[in-house]
């Protein structure tokens, strides 16, 4: 029902827009989480939108470089990387959440779906 893309291979520096395109739903009812997890690493939560795009929330990590956005008329959502790093390399995901809660970046799920690949070269 949500699908992310927009990945690719980027230079240090560098920058990438991702997409989440959410299918048999009403991007107005949900807040988007973007969620990433690297190579032998922890899945961790990247940034949380409310639907009317109030709230944005980041991780640390990424605070400054990322900036979310939505387009609720087109059901997507955007990701967009700048400042990229070589630690930024993962699959990035998206899901749907009711609300952009406090503890937000503790989502768990047992379908994350296909997620996106980036990979940031030194």
């Known amino acids: 029902q949500l699908q992310a893309f927009g990945g690719g291979l980027v230079q240090t520096g560098g920058s990438l827009r991702l997409s989440c395109k959410v299918f048999?739903?009403?991007?107005?009812?949900?807040?988007i989480g973007w969620f990433r997890q690297a190579p032998g690493k922890e899945r961790e939560g990247v940034s949380c939108?409310?639907?009317?795009?109030?709230?944005?929330y980041y991780a640390r990590s990424v605070k400054g470089r990322f900036t979310s956005s939505r387009d609720n008329a087109k059901n997507t959502v955007y990701l967009q990387m700048d400042s990229l790093k070589p630690e930024d390399t993962a699959v990035y995901y998206c899901v749907a959440l009711a609300f952009c809660s406090n503890t937000w970046y503790t989502y768990n799920s047992d379908d994350w779906g296909q997620g996106t690949l980036v990979t940031v070269s030194s």
């Open positions: 048999g739903l009403s991007l107005d009812n949900y807040a």
């Open positions: 939108i409310s639907t009317n795009s109030g709230t944005r």
